[in-house]
Structure formats: structure tokens, C-alpha cells
């Protein structure tokens, strides 16, 4: 039997909303804070909140950090997770997360991998929705992952470096090396992040229609943005098959 977790980021997708819906589905938050101790990393917390978003009911994970403002390499942060006691399989899907996020962020600012200096994505907060992403789909057994169509919106977003487009330069070359399928809305605002999307495009075996399954749990992980008319969540269906 093999367990199936999908997600259907139909609002986008973010870190903090991919480790959210996976506490709402019956993730083990003290399981998951256990295992992020185990990183040489001070100054976090992770918490929950259950909120509402376009009359859903959904969970919002909260990342409080003291020093989110820290820049961090590649070789760093995995030294981090190479070094924490942590399960094989979350160890393994946390390093190629990042190790996508810095080939990414490498192409797109014109250096090495392994010199790349993460801000935004090198923060506490970015280090604790990808470890506690990884750390929560071993709590549930997730064998595989799936997702839907990545949705991107249009304009303009502020970054470290000032404004760039949306979707932003590390999210387009993290969806064409992976050639994953994308959606596009007219909606001025960042519906997939780099975090998010380096999840996916990394963890997923495949990109399309929900697979076929036994579903045996369901949740929504909670965004922060409000949008028109339909709820900021990511989904995550959870299922088994033979």
C-alpha cells in the first residue's frame, strides 16, 4: 500500500501553507517541532491557529523567528540539515528542496550553487516550513506527493534585491527546470513563492488531475493575502493505493 499525499494549490502555494495543510490533515505538531529541534537553528517557534478564509476552515502555521533578517549559503544550510538527527527520508527531501532552491536562485543570479546566498528563502522562517514540510509528511507516512498546476500571478513583487516580476525569476526557473505545468491569473499578487514552489516541483513524482485513490484525510494549510473571491488555502488530499 502506498500513501499519496496531493496537493491542490489551487489559491498557490507557499511553505507556510504546504506545512499548514498538512497539520490540518492530521499532521503530529509535536512530532514535527521535535524533529525541527534537532537543527542547529535558535530563536523559532511553530505554532497553529485555526482560522477562516472565505467562510473555510483551515490552519495557518505560524513561523516566529528573532533573527529572519540572516543570510545564509547553500553550503550552510545544508551542513544544518545534514548534520540534525533527523529521520532518513525527511533528511533526503529536505536537502534536495534546498539543493533545487540554490541551482534556481544560482541560474537566475549568475553563480555557483554552492555560493548562493539565501535572504528571503535563507531565513529561520524558510528553513522551518521546508524541514517542517518534510518532517510532517514522514508523521503521515506520505510515501509520494503529487500536485496540481502551479497558479502565478502578474505585476510586480518586493524582495531583498526591490521589486522584480511576479511571478518571480526563481519561481520561473524552478517550474521550467522541473517543466512543471503552470496556471496563470490576472491578480496583482505572489501566488506561488520560491519556498513553496521548490517543494513542490521538487517533492512531486508528477503534475495533473488528482490520482486515482483511496482518500483517507484532507486539509487546508491558510496564506496570509486576501484575494478576490475565492479562499487563499492550499489543499492536500491524502490517500492510499495498491
Known amino acids: 500500500m502506498k500513501k499519496i499525499a496531493y496537493f491542490n494549490c489551487f489559491a498557490g502555494v507557499a511553505g507556510d501553507m504546504a506545512l499548514g495543510s498538512l497539520l490540518d490533515a492530521g499532521?503530529?505538531?509535536?512530532?514535527?517541532?521535535?524533529?525541527?529541534?534537532?537543527?542547529e537553528v535558535p530563536g523559532w517557534s511553530l505554532d497553529v491557529e485555526r482560522v477562516s478564509r472565505r467562510g473555510l476552515a483551515a490552519t495557518r502555521a505560524i513561523v516566529e523567528v528573532k533573527d529572519d533578517a540572516v543570510s545564509r549559503t547553500h553550503a550552510v544550510i545544508e551542513e544544518l540539515v545534514r548534520s540534525a538527527p533527523l529521520p532518513g527520508r525527511v533528511r533526503d527531501r529536505a536537502l534536495n528542496v534546498f539543493q533545487t532552491l540554490a541551482e534556481?536562485?544560482?541560474?537566475?543570479?549568475g553563480m555557483p550553487p554552492k555560493d548562493v546566498h539565501f535572504h528571503e528563502v535563507g531565513g529561520h522562517d524558510a528553513i522551518v516550513d521546508i524541514v517542517g514540510t518534510c518532517a510532517a509528511l514522514e508523521t503521515l507516512g506520505v510515501d509520494e506527493v503529487r500536485a496540481a498546476p502551479i497558479p502565478v500571478g502578474r505585476?510586480?513583487?518586493?524582495?531583498?534585491?526591490?521589486?522584480?516580476?511576479?511571478?518571480?525569476p526563481a519561481v520561473v526557473e524552478l517550474l521550467a527546470r522541473a517543466r512543471a505545468p503552470i496556471q496563470g491569473f490576472d491578480l496583482d499578487a505572489e501566488m506561488a513563492t520560491p519556498t513553496g514552489t521548490a517543494l513542490l516541483v521538487t517533492l512531486s513524482?508528477?503534475?495533473?488531475?488528482?490520482?486515482?485513490?483511496?482518500?483517507?484525510?484532507?486539509?487546508?494549510?491558510?496564506?496570509?493575502?486576501?484575494?478576490?473571491?475565492?479562499p487563499n488555502v492550499t489543499q492536500v488530499v491524502l490517500g492510499e493505493t495498491a
Not at 505585476?155 to 518571480?168: D, E, K, V
Request: hydrophobic share 40%.
Open 27 to 39: 499532521a503530529d505538531l509535536a512530532e514535527v517541532r521535535a524533529m525541527l529541534k534537532g537543527l
Open 104 to 109: 534556481a536562485e544560482g541560474a537566475v543570479h
Open 155 to 168: 505585476g510586480f513583487i518586493r524582495c531583498h534585491h526591490g521589486l522584480i516580476p511576479n511571478p518571480g
Open 205 to 230: 513524482a508528477g503534475f495533473g488531475p488528482m490520482p486515482s485513490m483511496t482518500v483517507t484525510g484532507n486539509g487546508f494549510g491558510a496564506g496570509t493575502k486576501v484575494f478576490g473571491n475565492f
